[in-house]
């Protein structure tokens, strides 16, 4: 789901912990105790402890009640890496959120003060290419005895998408016969700075020019002698690899070598092409059509 | 960070230990106690060192440390006492090992066994309180243990309130939790510390000084007139045999259940009596107890003796009959009460003489020698010279000075050379009255012996010789208190302020005196009897009536609680927003309401036009809202200030006069 969620009582579940059990032991101890000796003050205490034992469910059920969770963004990743989903807790009440843990794969603990919200990013390890669902987060807390456990499953619609596994080797960018006469050249002439353009969204963040943006100048972009001429198109017929994956991993792989360097590129896939351009859109739309072939 | 590493934790739950344990001290052998004080020292100094904390072959060696000195101490593992020592010693060895939150938790529950084992010793008002606040450190413990934030003033207030919130529950389940008797195999047997007390014999030549004991023995709560003081002699033992020197009870009393029942009449008295823990199985009645509990049971001496456990505190209905005839003697009775360990000296025979014991009547014997002891030199003193040799002769023409057990031991040895049969009688006399609680508290210093003489067509009559000597010692039970504030009375008589605070002292003794006495009768002798007829009396009858009522009223409870719980979370927006709303809501009284969606600044300017003489304080709180609400370096002084502000802050319209 989307929406945020606000724990209640259909949402949160309760049960002892291990140390609850024992304390249910200790209790039974204490009332076989005061039994044998028939002595009524060892029974108020074990009645005493029976019934912190009871109250704390209320302690329990009120240390989660309350929280609004929400989803927040998720980034795409390469395959292998852990996708990351970010929660948002808001903890609209003036009482102090203790040692909230908060679990995908691992727990993640924070304490939220009164009034206040939080963001925690959760991971999940991917493998396989193509949208990552993550499932449940389960949100809990022990507090205050650690006598139960309080604890909400929530599925929120956690997706991140996946791209193939960039392949290790570097093989040079293909041979494509649609490519100009001056293909050598344009190679060489990626390395010539010839100016500096105006900013705009897509271009690579290693072509701005940081220096004059810190002397307070204004966002630009260097431009390089190649960036006009030189045309690569990645294929997939022409990738190498065995299979599927394979390939897809090897253009995977020249997407973002083309990308870091800022060479234009066009990109085919069995129904789909992309004429040659650069920037940090077209990879992103490059990858996003591997991840999803 | 490892949790159980945390120092403030660590401090925190060690210093609870420490006060868990320090009870202890009376009960359990002092290695014992110095070995566990030992280990905590040891584990404290671990908090700054952690390189000094033994390892685990150090650990070994010391577990069998441990054991050794329980084993030298005790030869069994079973019992008060033995377990007490056991737990104790665990709790010390598991404090050098703490490697988990795991381990906090084992230790926090061997606290709650040690805290508890403190019960089985004692069992008063401020030691419940004592053990109370020490759980709450224990619990405060766990709170820090699970926020992870070892922030004491706030887990100590978590922790009192979860106590505060579940003791109406623990109260009710102790009201209707069913009791039930353990069984007897159950019970062990325990070797406690003699008690200071009444014994079966009795040796005045051989006691040169009676201690003055405080400790309380009894209890007694009449339902209707108390009786006069000269009455109040509570029986025990009585002492028929003598060898001179020491007097003790006959020992085969069978032929005494033949005895006929004595004949009663006249007023009664009724009364419930709540014994402490005794050693000896006997109930200290008025005479003539007539009518009494069914566990127990009437000797040929008339005294009660209790078939329950005397280790514990129990209650007992009692009705006396102050008149009373015992009739007839038997004739081993009459052996037995005339016995004599010789020849009596020349002079005992001369002094009976003298008083005419020989000829005349028994009642005119004894008037003349109750005489004797009045107007000779005889003196009342509870530090009497010790009479070794011939005791009774020694203190009737030497010494002269005693207390009850010598005038009570001569009264009777004197009756008998005179072939009265006359007997020692023990137990209490008088006690002191609370005016608070309207019930006798009777001490071991009230312990008293008095003489019995049986007269024909009268019985067994009691006399009492010490009366004639220190007749206030009757009149007005001279107790502790009196003694030991004799003299601060004697001195502190021309200041009326001393004596004013004495009386204050005094009352708030009684009234502590009282709290104590009902603690004692519904909190710990709250047993199977006083629950069926204390839950009888409100309709409940049954076990199952009994859970009824139990879950019934912890639901209530609890549905209470949760309410109060879910009741604060309805309130959740911030303080600031509230006074902010306070404010508005201020305005609307005066028809400026805040549209919606309307800016706080725009509303501002709105409400200045309509109110320019308020503009700075609007100005004020509206530049103080945005700083709290919408910045980020707001501080709480600036809360403060807004909310005075806000609280301040009033319309003044002014009243247009056309």
């Not at chain 2, 934030?149 to 100590?156: D, E, H, M, R, V």
């Not at chain 2, 007839?328 to 025979?349: A, C, H, M, N």
Request: charged residues 20%; hydrophobic residues 45%.
């Amino acid at each position: 789901m989307d929406k945020p969620v606000k724990l209640n009582q259909r949402r949160i579940f309760i049960l002892p912990t291990h140390r609850g059990f024992n304390f249910a032991i200790l209790i039974a101890l204490l009332l076989l105790m005061a039994f044998v000796y028939n002595n009524n003050l060892v029974y108020l205490l074990a009645f005493l402890l029976a019934s912190i034992f009871f109250i704390t469910i209320l302690h329990s059920y009120k240390s989660l009640a309350g929280l609004v969770l929400q989803k927040g963004q998720s980034n795409a990743v390469f395959a292998g890496e852990a996708a990351g989903f970010d929660i948002h807790i808001n903890n609209p009440v003036d009482e102090e959120r203790y040692y909230l843990q908060i679990k995908l794969e691992e727990a993640e603990s924070l304490t939220l003060k009164p009034q206040s919200k939080a963001c925690v990013t959760l991971y999940s390890p991917t493998r396989k290419r193509g949208w990552h669902t993550a499932c449940t987060v389960t949100i809990s807390s022990t507090y205050p005895l650690g006598l139960f456990r309080a604890w909400t499953p929530i599925r929120f619609n956690l997706k991140a998408l996946v791209y193939p596994k960039p392949s290790p080797r570097e093989l040079p960018f293909p041979e494509t016969p649609s490519s100009l006469a001056r293909q050598g050249f344009s190679r060489k002439g990626a390395d010539d700075f010839y100016g500096l353009k105006e900013y705009q969204p897509g271009d690579s963040i290693k072509h701005v020019h940081w220096k004059a943006f810190a002397k307070g100048q204004g966002l630009f972009s260097k431009q390089y002698g190649g960036d006009s001429s030189a045309e690569i198109w990645l294929d997939y017929d022409n990738a190498p690899g065995h299979n599927t994956e394979e390939r897809l991993s090897q253009l995977c792989r020249w997407v973002i070598d083309a990308g870091r360097a800022g060479i234009p590129y066009g990109f085919s896939l069995p129904g789909l092409k992309l004429s040659p351009d650069h920037g940090l859109l077209h990879t992103r739309r490059c990858l996003e059509a591997l991840a999803l072939f | 960070m490892n949790i159980a590493q945390n120092k403030n934790i660590l401090i925190f739950l060690l210093s609870s230990i420490g006060l868990i344990a320090l009870p202890h001290i009376t009960h359990i052998p002092i290695a014992v106690f110095a070995f566990f004080y030992l280990l905590l020292s040891w584990r404290f100094i671990g908090i700054w060192k952690p390189n000094w904390l033994p390892d685990k072959l150090t650990i070994f060696f010391l577990t069998v440390c441990g054991l050794a000195l329980l084993y030298s101490q005790y030869q069994g593992i079973l019992g008060r006492d033995a377990g007490t020592r056991l737990f104790i010693t665990a709790l010390a060895l598991k404090l050098l090992e703490i490697k988990s939150e795991r381990d906090l938790y084992l230790i926090t529950y061997l606290a709650f066994i040690v805290a508890a084992s403190q019960f089985l010793y004692e069992q008063s008002l401020l030691m419940a309180a004592y053990i109370l606040i020490v759980c709450c450190v224990l619990l405060a413990t766990l709170v820090c243990i699970n926020s992870k934030k070892p922030q004491t003033g706030a887990a100590l207030k978590t922790a009192s309130l979860i106590i505060v919130q579940a003791l109406p529950v623990a109260a009710v389940i102790f009201v209707l939790f069913p009791r039930v008797e353990a069984p007897k195999w159950m019970l062990f047997n325990e070797h406690h510390q003699a008690k200071m007390g009444l014994s079966d014999s009795m040796e005045p030549g051989s006691i040169s000084n009676l201690g003055m004991l405080g400790e309380l023995v009894f209890r007694v709560k009449f339902t209707g007139a108390l009786p006069p003081p000269e009455q109040r002699y509570w029986r025990g033992p009585v002492l028929s045999r003598t060898d001179g020197k020491r007097w003790t009870q006959v020992q085969d009393m069978r032929f005494g259940l033949l005895l006929d029942n004595p004949v009663i009449k006249g007023p009664a008295y009724q009364y419930t009596l709540l014994m402490e823990p005794q050693d000896k199985n006997w109930v200290f009645a008025l005479d003539m107890p007539a009518e009494f509990s069914l566990s127990l049971s009437r000797n040929a001496n008339y005294q009660l003796i209790t078939s329950e456990n005397p280790d514990k505190r129990a209650e007992y209905k009692i009705t006396s009959y102050p008149n009373y005839n015992t009739g007839y003697i038997t004739r081993t009775e009459f052996k037995d009460t005339t016995q004599l360990p010789g020849e009596p000296s020349v002079k005992i025979k001369q002094l009976v003489k003298r008083l005419q014991g020989f000829d005349r009547t028994p009642e005119h014997f004894i008037n003349r020698l109750l005489n004797h002891f009045r107007i000779e030199n005889f003196h009342y003193t509870l530090t009497p010279p010790l009479m070794e040799e011939n005791p009774i002769d020694t203190f009737l023409f030497e010494t002269r000075y005693g207390f009850c057990s010598h005038y009570a031991a001569a009264f009777v040895y004197l009756m008998r050379v005179a072939h009265i049969p006359a007997r020692v009688v023990t137990g209490y006399q008088g006690g002191e009255l609370n005016k608070a609680g309207n019930f006798l508290e009777v001490r071991q210093a009230d312990a008293h012996a008095w003489a019995e003489v049986w007269i024909e067509n009268k019985g067994w009559v009691r006399f009492d010789p010490t009366a004639s000597v220190a007749p206030e010692r009757i009149e007005q039970a001279i107790n502790i208190e009196e003694l030991v504030s004799g003299g601060l009375i004697s001195y502190a008589s021309t200041s009326a302020a001393a004596q004013k605070a004495f009386n204050l002292l005094k009352q708030a003794r009684q009234l502590w005196s009282n709290v104590d006495y009902n603690w004692q009768r519904w909190v710990i002798n709250y047993d199977n009897k006083n629950q069926s007829g204390f839950l009888s009396s409100l309709g409940i009858t049954d076990t199952i009536a009994m859970v009824y009522w139990m879950v019934g009223i912890i639901g209530l409870i609890t549905a209470l609680l949760s309410w109060l719980l879910l009741h604060q979370e309805q309130k959740n927006t911030s303080p600031v927003l509230r006074a902010y709303n306070r404010f508005c809501k201020k305005l609307v009284k005066h028809g400026l309401s805040r549209g919606k969606g309307e800016g706080v600044k725009d509303f501002a300017e709105r409400v200045k036009i309509k109110l320019p003489e308020q503009a700075e304080n609007i100005d004020q709180i509206t530049a103080l809202f945005i700083k709290l609400h919408y910045g980020k370096n707001a501080t709480r002084n600036d809360l403060k200030q807004f909310d005075k502000l806000v609280a301040r802050f009033k319309v003044y319209i002014r009243v247009k006069v056309c």
